[in-house]
């Protein structure tokens, strides 16, 4: 079965950074879309950052030059690195993936604290 494992996420306090990780296994990972989604308290879960499987990236504007997502096939992972953290970035960081066949995916989640 497919799943996703996302690690890295803890307390920071503002202007910090964090590496999320995500580690996919029974999925075609070279061959699916990976994106980072996250969920603030009392709020609907958003898109962050994508990244096709020819390695094209988007980003939220709330995001744009602070954060970067990467992938390394070889390890079946896929890296949200976020640098300059702020308070509102606090969140659960969630893993998924859309494979070539166009079914999706979702990781348990890793919280994210940005806090004085």
């Known amino acids: 079965q497919v799943q996703l494992v996302e690690s890295g996420g803890g307390l920071v306090q503002p202007g910090g950074f964090l590496r999320l990780s995500c580690v996919g296994s029974g999925i075609s990972f070279s061959s ?3 994106d ?7 709020k609907e879960r958003e898109l962050v950052a994508m990244i096709t499987s ?3 990236t988007n980003y939220a504007d709330s995001v744009k030059g602070r954060f970067t997502i990467s992938r390394d096939n070889a390890k079946n992972t896929v890296y949200l690195q976020m640098n300059s953290l702020k308070p509102e970035d606090t969140a659960v960081y969630y893993c998924h993936a859309r494979d070539w066949n166009g079914s999706d995916y979702w990781g348990e989640g890793t919280l994210v604290t940005v806090s004085a």
């Open 32 to 34: 699916s879309r990976m």
């Open 54 to 56: 020819g390695d094209t």
């Open 36 to 42: 980072w989604y996250h969920q603030g308290p009392g």
